[in-house]
């Protein structure tokens, strides 16, 4: 089946320590996205790349890195630096920027 | 600054009637707006798009309308359903004045179709 993949599906995690969230797609989309999204609020969007091996921030970057050395695989990494780790992260993918975006089913990290 | 508004947090519908979501925009470089679906825990689910050229896009018991110079998109669903019951957020995306094409989100409203 094609689609996006996130695991893990649920991660706790320890103040000071750095976590990746991995993203996987077969759906041969050119462009992917990590949202977040918290409590009662909508989405925000966190780093996007339009083609491999380039990425951009979004509107909340802060405290979080991205790499994108495969057209299919584009993790998350969590770090230390990020003050409010714990919320809900998605990621998506489109056919290209600008196109319908589509979600992965989100990863839940709470940070203890 | 919030390009894409959803100002009502929520609504509550009874089975059988219309269910109208809103949403307003601030951008004029938008020209392609979406509607996604979203349950707890769940990542959101596509549901109907619009194009600026078009105002009005149907899909079953879902329809977008856009009204471009109130800089406005609205969600019919008819007739509503319990299984409706989730957070339905809107998007736009455009080219130009510094937009790369990205989805921007509204906030979100939380539908309740009441049985």
């Known amino acids: 089946d094609g689609g996006i993949t996130q695991s893990p599906k649920y991660l706790f995690r320890k103040e000071g320590q750095n976590v990746t969230l991995s993203c996987e797609q077969n759906l041969n989309h050119d462009a992917m996205y990590w949202y977040r999204q918290d409590p009662g609020q909508g989405l925000r969007l966190i780093y996007y790349?339009?083609?491999?091996?380039?990425?951009q921030k979004g509107d909340i970057a802060e405290g979080y890195s991205v790499s994108r050395e495969k057209k299919e695989s584009f993790p998350l990494t969590v770090t230390s630096a990020q003050k409010n780790p714990t919320a809900f992260y998605l990621c998506?993918?489109?056919?290209?920027?600008?196109?319908?975006?589509?979600f992965g089913e989100g990863s839940w990290l709470t940070v203890v | 600054d919030q390009q894409v508004k959803q100002n009502s947090p929520s609504l509550s519908v009874q089975e059988g009637r219309i269910s109208i979501l809103n949403c307003d925009y601030t951008n004029s470089m938008f020209d392609y707006f979406l509607w996604y679906k979203k349950y707890p825990a769940e990542g959101p689910t596509f549901l109907i798009s619009?194009?600026?050229i078009k105002d009005k896009n149907e899909d079953g018991r879902f329809t977008v309308f856009l009204n471009k110079s109130a800089k406005h998109l609205s969600l019919h669903i008819v007739p509503s359903q319990p299984g409706d019951s989730a957070v339905y957020f809107c998007a736009a995306s455009g080219w130009g004045s510094g937009n790369t094409g990205k989805l921007i989100f509204g906030q979100g409203t939380t539908l309740q179709v009441k049985p």
């Open positions: 790349s339009q083609i491999v091996n380039d990425f």
């Open positions: 998506a993918s489109s056919i290209g920027a600008g196109n319908t975006i589509y």
């Open positions: 619009i194009s600026s």
